[in-house]
């Protein structure tokens, strides 16, 4: 596999970055676009007072370590 594709030299080696990037681009469009369900004051990491919480860091930490685990168990399957 050796073509152009708007420009840019697609190989073996590079296609599976390249096709990574361009279904990140979609992703974050398509986020941009359609995901308004939260309000500003969900998306502020304060309480009320602008004060950072120590439950505010957990209930984050503990979103982002399960999309980790999630990402890394979809990777398990696909290999397997």
Avoid: C
């Avoid at 990037?21 to 602008?50: C, K, Q, R, Y």
Wanted: net charge positive; proline share 2%.
């Amino acid at each position: 596999m050796d073509f152009k594709l708007v420009g840019i030299r697609v190989t073996m080696h590079n296609s599976p970055g390249l096709l990574m990037a361009i279904l990140w681009i979609i992703l974050a469009l398509l986020t941009l676009f359609f995901f308004f369900d939260l309000s500003p004051s969900a998306v502020s990491f304060s309480n009320e007072w602008g004060q950072k919480t120590a439950e505010d860091f957990i209930f984050y930490l503990r979103l982002i370590i399960s999309h980790y685990q999630t990402q890394r168990m979809i990777i398990h399957l696909i290999k397997h």
